[in-house]
């Protein structure tokens, strides 16, 4: 068994296009929790992690908990079943490669985790 976000199985170095982002931008990034859809996880609670950046939840709607704690910074989210959760991400220090993944170890060795690419060029190639 292999688990997936947004359908797509971990590559080492595969990037899809709606996973590059442009350095200096800020984006609304969400993810559903419904046991297929957006994540295809199952139905069970998700620490949604990103490395390298933090960001701010914005929404949160779906089935709703108590005790959320969503102000403030955050660099992992929990994604109960059911949810669905937005956050604004903002890309404005390090180009590279980066990492997002659910933070349950079981869950990132059955490949639940994907590549983001920040650059740092536009179009042509030249440098921003």
Known sequence: MQWSINGRVFQME???????????????????????????????PHPIHLHGKQFR???????????????????????MPGERIRFLVEFDDYPGLFLYHCHNLEHEDMGMMRNYFVRDTDSTGQRI
């Open 14 to 44: 595969e990037v899809a296009d709606d996973e590059i982002v442009q350095l200096g931008s800020k984006e609304i990034w969400e993810f559903h929790n419904t046991g297929g859809g957006m994540m295809n996880m199952m139905n069970m």
């Open 57 to 79: 939840v914005i929404e949160r709607s779906g089935v709703m908990h108590e005790g959320y704690v969503d102000e403030g910074w955050k660099d992992t989210v929990l994604i």
